[in-house]
């Protein structure tokens, strides 16, 4: 089992930065592939950035390439998220997940999840 708590959402106005955080216990992720994804009130949950378990692969969401930045550091069983240039458009919960597998962008995809934190960007 994998357990997964998020921090570091908050609120920022339009243009601010954040960095989301994900701490992993029970188990080492070095052999998972981690993703980060939000959730919106009244929509669904999306997909916003996956990393592989080396780190050498990443991919992102077209809302977010060039804003966001997905890392990991094994040594310590964390997952990032750096989110600049943050838009209202990006408030949501965000939550990560852990696969054991190569980086998806499906929900479906993904074995464990966090609660998420919420993320709030006012204009």
């Known amino acids: 089992q994998v357990q997964l708590v998020e921090s570091g959402g908050g609120s920022v106005q339009t243009g601010g930065s954040l960095r989301l955080s994900c701490a992993a216990s029970?188990?080492?992720?070095?052999?998972?592939?981690m993703g980060w994804f939000r959730q919106a009130p009244g929509k669904e949950r999306e997909f916003v950035a996956a990393?592989?378990?080396?780190?050498?692969?990443?991919d992102y969401a077209d809302s977010v390439k060039g804003r966001f930045t997905i890392s990991r550091d094994n040594a310590k069983n964390t997952v990032y998220l750096q989110m600049n240039s943050l838009k209202p458009e990006d408030t949501a919960v965000y939550s990560c997940?852990?696969?054991?597998?190569?980086?998806?962008?499906?929900?479906?995809?993904?074995?464990?999840w966090g609660q998420g934190t919420q993320v709030t960007v006012s204009s």
């Open positions: 990393i592989s378990w080396r780190g050498v692969s990443t």
């Open positions: 029970g188990r080492t992720i070095s052999t998972y592939a």
């Open positions: 997940a852990a696969r054991q597998s190569y980086i998806g962008a499906r929900t479906g995809e993904y074995e464990y």
